[in-house]
């Protein structure tokens, strides 16, 4: 920070480009891309640290480069595997046991992304549940903004003491993850039978708007879902199985950075599947648009944390929060820091809430007999739990976006004011079991 900025400037400067990256993306009148670079790169010159910003993007890249080098192969890797039709097997099954109705595929995805999820780690859950269940959506004309919705929701509410917010309260405050966590298996499970009556509501709605019914009556006559093709070749059906168990194990696993694992993956999936340059460069060409499209948003988004972050916007925004907080309030700081949790994640990425802000709050809190676990568990309800997925501050966002195909500002506009119902929910029952003081 430039000597004779002041923070209170900081912070202002900080608020209005958030302000202006959310409404530009939310507004969609320009691109995510053009939002995370030219937006934070303004604010930094309006606030004095101009001179710096070569410095603070580099910063923030060096940070992205490994995840948008994971989505990059992420990308080619399962596009190749479903060339080669290793999903179409998948793609039956789902369709078997979900059937032809609207609302058990909405509530099947909102399950399988929840087993998927318990690996605590989102890229996983919507690079592996966001494809499998693509095709099923096109086939039947469901809107895809509900397949990115509930698996949005499914992934929200998965706080688990080995996921990355948890881990975060938990050091940030010095308190065990059981101590946050177990008290909160009830609010969870709440959380999920949100999950679940919600995505059966989108799944009905959806039954309704294809049916082309306005009224209560739902036609429960099957929809016409053609049959997945099966896949070609016997012995290379089976290594792409082994082989996508075994990317998808290793990165799972953590012995290896997930970069390292798809890119070798990629490359052993063309050798198998397509042997010769030719018709390796034909599938890699086919999948290289959205490739590309997803690494420009994230190395953007990479632009956009390290300025916010590298220049003190962040800090500053924090530390003026803090220091404005009427005193009357103070007892029921963990019910609001609940209640606004998950429109927090639209503010603040999770290290600089949960090392920067959460301590401040949590010592704020308890000159009113409120426990440090209690702010952690009241900030675990929607900062970065249901709010990562529509979070301009995640890659995880634009990826769950790109997959399912769909505008950014179309899958937050949609997602929500569900998530924040989730955070609602799982808020209500909090106090009600008392787990958060009211």
Request: glycine share 12%; net charge neutral.
């Amino acid at each position: 920070m430039q000597p004779g900025t002041g923070s209170g400037m900081l912070a202002i400067t900080g608020l209005m480009a958030i302000g202006a990256l959310l409404a530009a993306i939310l507004s969609n009148r320009v691109s995510p891309l053009v939002a995370l670079i030219l937006i934070p790169v303004a604010a930094a010159v309006v606030a004095g640290v101009g001179d710096q910003v070569p410095a603070y993007i580099l910063a923030g890249l060096g940070k992205i480069a490994p995840v948008a080098g994971m989505f990059i192969f992420a990308i080619l890797f399962f596009g190749v595997m479903t060339d080669a039709g290793l999903l179409a097997p998948l793609v039956a099954l789902v369709v078997r046991m979900v059937g032809n109705s609207p609302e058990r595929i909405a509530v099947g995805t909102a399950m399988l992304a929840l087993l998927i999820h318990l690996d605590g780690s989102g890229a996983v859950c919507f690079l592996v549940t966001i494809p499998a269940l693509r095709p099923v959506y096109d086939r039947i004309g469901m809107d895809r903004r509900v397949l990115a919705c509930t698996a949005s929701m499914a992934a929200g509410v998965n706080f688990l003491p080995w996921t990355g917010p948890t881990l975060r309260a938990s050091a940030s405050l010095g308190v065990p993850t059981a101590t946050l966590f177990t008290p909160m298996i009830g609010v969870q499970l709440v959380g999920l039978a949100f999950v679940g009556a919600a995505s059966w509501w989108l799944g009905r709605r959806e039954r309704l708007r294809l049916a082309g019914v306005s009224g209560a009556t739902i036609d429960a006559s099957p929809l016409p879902v053609p049959v997945a093709t099966p896949p070609a070749g016997g012995w290379r059906f089976a290594t792409n199985l082994v082989l996508t168990a075994i990317v998808i194990g290793t990165m799972v696993s953590g012995l290896v950075e997930p970069v390292v694992v798809f890119m070798i993956g990629t490359a052993v999936a063309l050798v198998v599947n397509y042997p010769g340059a030719k018709a390796q460069r034909e599938r890699i060409d086919a999948h290289a648009h959205a490739a590309l499209l997803m690494a420009s948003i994230l190395l953007a988004a990479g632009v956009f944390t390290g300025v916010m972050t590298g220049s003190g916007m962040i800090g500053a925004i924090a530390a003026a929060g803090a220091g404005h907080l009427p005193p009357q309030i103070g007892g029921h700081l963990a019910a609001i820091l609940a209640v606004v949790s998950m429109p927090l994640s639209l503010l603040f990425d999770p290290d600089s809430f949960y090392f920067g802000v959460l301590p401040v709050l949590a010592e704020l809190a308890s000159g009113f007999d409120i426990r440090p676990e209690e702010m952690g568990r009241a900030a675990l309800l929607g900062q970065m739990t249901t709010g990562f997925p529509i979070s301009p501050l995640t890659p995880a966002t634009f990826l769950v976006a790109g997959l399912s195909g769909i505008e950014l500002g179309a899958h937050q506009r949609f997602a929500i004011p569900w998530l924040f119902a989730a955070t609602l929910v799982m808020t209500g029952a909090a106090l009600l079991i008392g787990v958060i003081p009211l």
